[in-house]
């Protein structure tokens, strides 16, 4: 994952007090569950709130690559209700996985606006994981916006590994940073609003009544425990409540619009709080920093809602 950006100690310029934070939405894997996300985003621009930048990992990098290109709300929910696996995958006759995924670019490119990273109107990142190291790579600036999707969606084990222009051979970025917030606050966000999708485990699934069963919530608690360190890292962090339904159930698309809107709507005073607080009295005690990193500084002394 990468480092967190450290806070910056320039000198406060004129009007800074009343200036605006870049607010970052970190969206989480959950393959079908990704949908959510859409339901947040929804929430949000019409309650008037500025994204800035968008950081996303599998599904959600999926869904924020699309918001990011200049996909509409209407788009994005047109987009997932026809969304079907044969969309993104194919045989494939490899040994290091089932499927091939190429599929899904093409499917990328002929839905959004814009496929290039240097064209996108707000700054946009995917994350995927080095197979070999084992280290995050985050897809962001410059290249194929397709690529690096289909990259951060690669499910090992599944979907045969992407190797990309360095040789590297890439798979899913939940591996690493299920939750990107680091890739977020990298892209300049001072405000960052993480979406997990996962919170809530395999509810659908209940004690486990096999062998298969125990390996399988072991690697949820696995998931989980990495995800909490980068959930530390965030301002605030929506769950919508999806852990009753499966990750490969498409055709409910409704059923994850609807968790989205839900929990950003529960949500929506600490977010206009977060985003637009009121200024510092002045003098400021610390001259140096602007006035929202000062209250981030506050709000970290303790862990953010989830």
């Not at 494939?92 to 064209?119: K, V, W, Y």
């Not at 360190?229 to 962090?237: P, T």
Request: with cysteine; net charge neutral; glycine share 10%.
């Amino acid at each position: 994952m990468p480092a967190r950006e450290e806070i910056s100690l320039e000198p406060q310029q004129p009007g800074e007090q009343s200036r605006r934070p870049r607010v970052g939405l970190a969206l989480s894997g959950g393959a079908a569950r990704g949908v959510a996300h859409v339901g947040v985003l929804k929430v949000l621009l019409e309650a008037g709130v500025k994204i800035d930048c968008v950081a996303g990992t599998s599904a959600g990098a999926l869904v924020g690559g699309a918001f990011a290109a200049g996909l509409s709300i209407a788009e994005m929910e047109a987009f997932g209700r026809g969304m079907r696996w044969r969309n993104f995958g194919r045989m494939a006759f490899s040994r290091l996985g089932i499927q091939s995924n190429a599929r899904m670019e093409d499917f990328i490119r002929s839905h959004f606006p814009c496929t290039r990273f240097e064209d996108l109107p707000i700054p946009f990142a995917a994350v995927a994981t080095d197979l070999h190291t084992g280290a995050a790579v985050v897809l962001k600036d410059v290249g194929d916006i397709a690529f690096a999707i289909r990259a951060s969606c690669a499910v090992p084990g599944w979907y045969v590994p992407v190797t990309d222009g360095e040789g590297r051979q890439l798979v899913d970025g939940g591996l690493v940073a299920n939750v990107p917030t680091g890739a977020a606050r990298a892209l300049g966000a001072d405000v960052v609003i993480a979406v997990d999708v996962n919170s809530e485990g395999a509810k659908f699934l209940g004690p486990p009544q096999s062998v298969i069963g125990v390996l399988f919530q072991s690697m949820l608690v696995v998931q989980r425990t990495v995800a909490a360190h980068q959930l530390r890292e965030a301002d605030l962090v929506l769950t919508p409540k999806v852990g009753h339904i499966r990750w490969d159930e498409m055709t409910r698309v409704e059923e994850f619009f609807t968790a989205g809107e839900e929990a950003a709507r529960e949500s929506l005073e600490e977010i206009r709080a977060l985003v637009a607080p009121p200024p510092l009295p002045t003098p400021p005690v610390e001259p140096s920093l602007s006035w929202f990193q000062r209250l981030r500084r506050r709000r970290h002394t303790s862990a953010p809602r989830v």
